[in-house]
T-cell receptor, first 114, second 111 residues
């Protein structure tokens, strides 16, 4: 099946700094990718839809200026958490697919802001 | 997309069949039933999906009731590696679409 690779798998950063998470489709071209966030013992919540060549669409309550999404190519979407704070510590997951194939998920990125 | 209801947790003995129920009584005629699972600290993994017929693949079987208001995911011979949170999702479209995850069922396989 299709492979979505997410990097890094784990990152610790200081409060106030920015962190970039990459999501790559390895064997298909993804015009659309999705970014989710998951807090401990909770389910995945959709944050935004990343569209290749155009602006991302954010879910209600998600600050677009804080969570910057760039989808400059058909194989790469990035999520940058700007001015990170401890409350941004979470598990971030991307997903993508192609046409009628099922959506596939990255391995996830565990962000800890200290 | 229709809402789903799943038991919060279940245990199953290793080697036995694990049967995970899902209620989706408000499902529409054009909505599919999907199952994903999430092993701890990993991204979700697609398992199986169906519209109205029962389905089987190398991972599991999906049994959908005739009225489509509920379904059961069956892992025929559960192993310790099947310990995960299992999500039942009902959605209209096939393919790469955003998913709405409920709380799922935490399945624990007991040695």
């Amino acid at each position: 099946g299709a492979v979505v690779s997410q990097h890094p798998s784990r990152v610790i950063c200081k409060s106030g700094t920015s962190v970039k998470i990459e999501c790559r489709s390895l064997d298909f071209q993804a015009t659309t990718m999705f970014w989710y966030r998951q807090f401990p013992k909770q389910s995945l919540m959709l944050m935004a839809t990343s569209n290749e060549g155009s602006k991302a669409t954010y879910e209600q309550g998600v600050e677009k200026d804080k969570f910057l999404i760039n989808h400059a190519s058909l194989t790469l979407s990035t999520l940058t958490v700007t001015s990170a704070h401890p409350e941004d510590s979470s598990f971030y997951i991307c997903s993508g697919g192609q046409g009628n194939t099922e959506a596939f998920f990255g391995q996830g990125t565990r962000l800890t802001v200290v | 997309d229709a809402k789903t209801t799943q038991p919060p947790s279940m245990d199953c003995a290793e080697g036995r069949a694990a049967n995970l129920p899902c209620n989706h009584s408000t499902i529409s005629g054009n909505e599919y039933v999907y199952w994903y699972r999430q092993i701890h600290s990993q991204g979700p993994q697609y398992i199986i999906h169906g519209l109205k017929n029962n389905e089987t693949n190398e991972m599991a079987s999906l049994i959908i009731t005739e009225d489509r208001k509920s379904s059961t995911l069956i892992l025929p011979h559960a192993t310790l590696r099947d310990t995960a949170v299992y999500y039942c999702i009902v959605r209209v479209k096939l393919g790469n679409e955003k998913l709405t995850f409920g709380t799922g069922t935490r399945l624990t396989i007991i040695p």
